[in-house]
């Protein structure tokens, strides 16, 4: 990515370094996370012109705790040192660090001090409310410094050398908690370090297909499309960088929503003249799906017959040389993490080992893109909202959503029911308000009365989710009203169904899909 004025942010493992990283892009400008202990011939590469030390865990007091390579400081670039990050400048820099009886976390009331440039423009700068998070503090700054601040609790909370432009905070100011947080960073990179902001979707957009054009030239790609809004950005980026030498693959593997494959394949197909195969794998997925009932062994079934379905698709196009992923930048930031790969299977591992297994060199256009950021490359390209604000649909789809066996009959139950899910919450435009809104059908039959009749149906559960990044998440307070319309249709509209219970558990302890 071509982007004049960059910031690299050297990642010491604080849970807030992909917030800082936000926070830099909405100021319009480019920055990259990168592990601690990267070989500093790649950040020289990159070329910054200004760094952040993030926060962590560690303390610098400890031996085994990652290290702030001086290599960086001799740069002479603008730095900005955030809660650990603030404690190794004062490590490696000659003041003094020590450990504290408490840890302090939560919010402190911050008295700015000296005209530091970090707190121009804030009016309350004399009792700004931070949010705090560390064990050890800085005791005496290094020489050159001035103090920058103070808590009642903490004597040197905010610390600067003008001269060479490296300012630090005991707080962070990257999260919504820290007042005016935003200013603090922008007054960082603009006043600070003097950078001008040219990161923009629009030129990331134009400078993401210049990229694609000259990474695959005329050579062919495959590319799976889900109908998620990541393979479908990913999809029209690459369409129009290499045109019809992208081709798409639709895998529809029986556990779709109703109306999924038109509602995103045809206006692709209709406003864009993607070249998408469809290919309608039903029967060979239901089937193997029969009798199953463990939710693992569904996902693992799901997994492999998809790479299966994709592999034999994509080897009938002549002459593929790329796969084409959605890839985000999280998922990136994970894999190069000095604290290694997560362990934890991601969403995006759906098609884990297909790339091994074709043999294909991969080609992502999303990797240095937040999810907030495919959206807005989205609009700039001119998807419709519906696409763009679809809610996450899992790679297993209604199969984890079947609680039990997974046949046709079933299936065909929990899509009416969820369509009225879906239309109920669009109509009543809280469809954008939660994360994520479906139904659940059960396996179970409870008894009921319909006129005169006992029944002995389904119940169907719904699960309506807030959420910020699906890593937590907690059940949405709908108005009862919408439930009870909810309720009312998929009783009367759903056959097989007599009974509608709410989902109200949190994640964590509970996930947001049932299986
Ligand atoms: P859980 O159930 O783990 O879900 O709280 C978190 C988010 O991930 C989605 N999800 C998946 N997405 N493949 C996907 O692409 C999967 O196997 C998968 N499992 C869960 C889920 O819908 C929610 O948004």
Request: aromatic share 8%; proline share 5%; charged share 25%.
């Given at each position: 990515?071509?982007?004049?004025?960059?910031?690299?942010?050297?990642?010491?493992?604080?849970?807030?370094?992909q917030l800082i990283a936000r926070r830099i892009r909405e100021?319009?400008?480019?920055?990259?996370?990168?592990?601690?202990?990267?070989?500093?011939?790649?950040?020289?590469?990159?070329?910054?012109?200004?760094?952040?030390?993030?926060?962590?865990?560690?303390?610098?007091?400890?031996?085994?705790?990652?290290?702030?390579?001086?290599?960086?400081?001799?740069?002479?670039?603008?730095?900005?040192?955030?809660?650990?990050?603030?404690?190794?400048?004062?490590?490696?820099?000659?003041?003094?660090?020590?450990?504290?009886?408490?840890?302090?976390?939560?919010?402190?009331?911050?008295?700015?001090?000296?005209?530091?440039?970090?707190?121009?423009?804030?009016?309350?700068?004399?009792?700004?409310?931070v949010w705090m998070s560390h064990g050890d503090r800085v005791?005496?700054?290094?020489?050159?410094?001035?103090?920058?601040?103070?808590?009642?609790?903490?004597?040197?909370?905010?610390?600067?050398?003008?001269?060479?432009?490296?300012?630090?905070?005991?707080?962070?100011?990257?999260?919504?908690?820290?007042?005016?947080?935003?200013?603090?960073?922008?007054?960082?990179?603009?006043?600070?370090?003097?950078?001008?902001?040219?990161?923009?979707?629009?030129?990331?957009?134009?400078?993401?297909?210049?990229?694609?054009?000259?990474?695959?030239?005329?050579?062919?790609?495959?590319?799976?499309?889900?109908?998620?809004?990541?393979?479908?950005?990913?999809?029209?980026?690459?369409?129009?960088?290499?045109?019809?030498?992208?081709?798409?693959?639709?895998?529809?593997?029986?556990?779709?929503?109703?109306?999924?494959?038109?509602?995103?394949?045809?206006?692709?197909?209709?406003?864009?003249?993607?070249?998408?195969?469809?290919?309608?794998?039903?029967?060979?997925?239901?089937?193997?799906?029969?009798?199953?009932?463990?939710?693992?062994?569904?996902?693992?079934?799901?997994?492999?017959?998809?790479?299966?379905?994709?592999?034999?698709?994509?080897?009938?196009?002549?002459?593929?040389?790329?796969?084409?992923?959605?890839?985000?930048?999280?998922?990136?930031?994970?894999?190069?993490?000095?604290?290694?790969?997560?362990?934890?299977?991601?969403?995006?591992?759906?098609?884990?080992?297909?790339?091994?297994?074709?043999?294909?060199?991969?080609?992502?256009?999303?990797?240095?893109?937040?999810?907030?950021?495919?959206?807005?490359?989205?609009?700039?390209?001119?998807?419709?909202?519906?696409?763009?604000?679809?809610?996450?649909?899992?790679?297993?789809?209604?199969?984890?959503?079947?609680?039990?066996?997974?046949?046709?009959?079933?299936?065909?139950?929990?899509?009416?029911?969820?369509?009225?899910?879906?239309?109920?919450?669009?109509?009543?435009?809280?469809?954008?308000?939660?994360?994520?809104?479906?139904?659940?059908?059960?396996?179970?039959?409870?008894?009921?009365?319909?006129?005169?009749?006992?029944?002995?149906?389904?119940?169907?559960?719904?699960?309506?989710?807030?959420?910020?990044?699906?890593?937590?998440?907690?059940?949405?307070?709908?108005?009862?009203?919408?439930?009870?319309?909810?309720?009312?249709?998929?009783?009367?509209?759903?056959?097989?169904?007599?009974?509608?219970?709410?989902?109200i558990s949190s994640k964590p302890p509970s996930t947001i899909?049932?299986?």
């Amino acid at each position: 990515m071509q982007a004049s004025d960059k910031v690299l942010i050297l990642d010491f493992g604080s849970q807030f370094t992909q917030l800082i990283a936000r926070r830099i892009r909405e100021a319009g400008i480019y920055c990259e996370i990168h592990p601690c202990n990267v070989d500093p011939e790649r950040v020289k590469a990159f070329n910054p012109q200004a760094l952040v030390l993030s926060g962590g865990p560690s303390s610098v007091l400890d031996a085994d705790s990652p290290k702030l390579n001086p290599v960086y400081l001799e740069m002479g670039l603008p730095v900005l040192g955030i809660c650990y990050g603030m404690q190794l400048l004062a490590h490696n820099l000659g003041g003094n660090v020590v450990a504290s009886a408490d840890r302090e976390y939560g919010r402190a009331q911050f008295t700015a001090m000296n005209d530091c440039p970090l707190f121009e423009g804030i009016e309350e700068a004399d009792d700004l409310t931070v949010w705090m998070s560390h064990g050890d503090r800085v005791q005496a700054i290094p020489e050159g410094f001035e103090v920058m601040g103070r808590t009642d609790s903490i004597e040197f909370a905010a610390m600067g050398d003008r001269e060479r432009h490296i300012y630090a905070l005991q707080f962070h100011p990257e999260v919504a908690h820290t007042t005016d947080g935003n200013v603090i960073i922008q007054n960082f990179l603009f006043k600070v370090a003097g950078l001008k902001p040219s990161w923009s979707m629009a030129s990331f957009v134009d400078n993401c297909i210049e990229d694609l054009k000259k990474q695959v030239g005329d050579a062919k790609v495959v590319l799976g499309l889900s109908g998620g809004i990541d393979s479908t950005v990913a999809a029209v980026l690459l369409h129009k960088a290499i045109g019809k030498n992208l081709h798409c693959i639709f895998v529809d593997n029986g556990l779709l929503r109703l109306g999924e494959r038109d509602e995103v394949i045809g206006f692709l197909e209709e406003h864009f003249d993607l070249n998408v195969k469809c290919v309608d794998a039903s029967e060979e997925f239901l089937g193997k799906l029969a009798g199953v009932t463990d939710p693992e062994k569904k996902r693992k079934i799901i997994g492999y017959t998809f790479i299966e379905v994709f592999d034999r698709e994509a080897k009938a196009i002549d002459g593929v040389k790329f796969l084409g992923q959605g890839t985000l930048y999280p998922d990136v930031i994970e894999s190069e993490s000095f604290k290694g790969p997560s362990a934890v299977i991601k969403s995006h591992h759906n098609v884990g080992g297909l790339p091994e297994k074709m043999n294909l060199k991969l080609v992502e256009p999303l990797r240095e893109l937040f999810k907030d950021e495919v959206r807005r490359a989205a609009y700039e390209l001119g998807l419709p909202e519906h696409i763009i604000w679809r809610h996450p649909f899992p790679g297993p789809g209604l199969s984890i959503r079947v609680i039990g066996e997974v046949t046709e009959e079933r299936l065909s139950i929990l899509r009416v029911a969820d369509k009225v899910v879906q239309n109920e919450l669009m109509a009543s435009d809280w469809y954008r308000k939660v994360w994520q809104g479906f139904a659940v059908l059960l396996p179970l039959k409870t008894v009921g009365v319909m006129g005169d009749d006992r029944t002995y149906e389904n119940v169907i559960a719904l699960r309506i989710v807030d959420s910020l990044d699906a890593m937590t998440a907690d059940w949405s307070r709908l108005p009862s009203e919408l439930l009870a319309r909810i309720s009312n249709r998929i009783i009367n509209e759903v056959k097989g169904v007599n009974r509608v219970v709410l989902d109200i558990s949190s994640k964590p302890p509970s996930t947001i899909e049932w299986e």
